[in-house]
């Protein structure tokens, strides 16, 4: 099945500051791709939508101006947590569309931020 | 997207079959039913999905109810790598890949030696 990778797989932070998380489609060319979130032991819930060429769409609660999405490429989307705070800590996830049947998931991102 | 209904957890011996069900009483005609898992601390993972027949591959087989309301996933010979969480999904139809996924709760699955 088609491959999509995350980078990095752990990041360790300080309060305050901007981490970027990086999601790539592999072997296939992606429009759309999807951002989640995951608390421990919690369902994933999804964040945004990062749309190639356009702005992303965030769902309600997510705030724009801390969680930056920028879709660069048709592989390539980035989600940057700036002034991170201990409440983001949390393991993020990527995914993308491939083919009419399937979403193809990255490994995830946990990011604890001190 | 149509609610779905999941038990919180469930355990299996190894090399039974694992049954797992799922409830959707309000799916609509043009929704199709996912089947997928998580690993702990990994992404989730496609298995299957089907409209209104049963469906098999080389990971599962997905029963549907002839009313479409419920639907069982069946893992026939469970190993201890399928110890994760399954996520049922209701969704809009194929070729609309693109839409976004719904999870709930899931079913944690635990298969036990």
């Known amino acids: 099945g088609a491959v999509v990778s995350q980078h990095p797989s752990r990041v360790i932070c300080k309060s305050g500051t901007s981490v970027k998380i990086e999601c790539r489609s592999l072997?296939?060319?992606?429009?759309?791709m999807f951002w989640y979130r995951q608390f421990p032991k919690k369902s994933l819930m999804l964040m945004a939508t990062s749309n190639e060429g356009s702005k992303a769409t965030y769902e309600q609660g997510v705030e724009k101006d801390k969680f930056l999405i920028n879709h660069a490429s048709l592989t390539l989307s980035t989600l940057t947590v700036t002034s991170a705070h201990p409440e983001d800590s949390s393991f993020y996830i990527c995914?993308?569309?491939?083919?009419?049947?399937?979403?193809?998931f990255g490994p995830g991102t946990r990011l604890t931020v001190l | 997207d149509a609610k779905t209904t999941q038990p919180p957890s469930m355990d299996c011996a190894e090399g039974r079959a694992a049954n797992l069900p799922c409830n959707h009483s309000?799916?609509?005609?043009?929704?199709?039913v996912y089947w997928y898992r998580q690993i702990h601390s990994q992404g989730p993972q496609y298995i299957i999905h089907g409209l209104k027949n049963n469906e098999t591959n080389e990971m599962a087989s997905l029963i549907i109810t002839e009313d479409r309301k419920s639907s069982t996933l069946i893992l026939p010979h469970a190993t201890l790598r399928d110890t994760a969480v399954y996520y049922c999904?209701?969704?809009?139809?194929?070729?609309?890949?693109?839409?976004?996924?719904?999870f709930g709760g899931g079913t944690r699955l635990m298969v036990k030696p």
């Open positions: 072997d296939f060319q992606a429009t759309t």
């Open positions: 309000t799916i609509s005609g043009n929704e199709y």
């Open positions: 995914s993308a569309p491939s083919g009419v049947n399937e979403q193809f």
């Open positions: 999904i209701v969704r809009v139809a194929p070729g609309n890949a693109g839409n976004m996924l719904t």
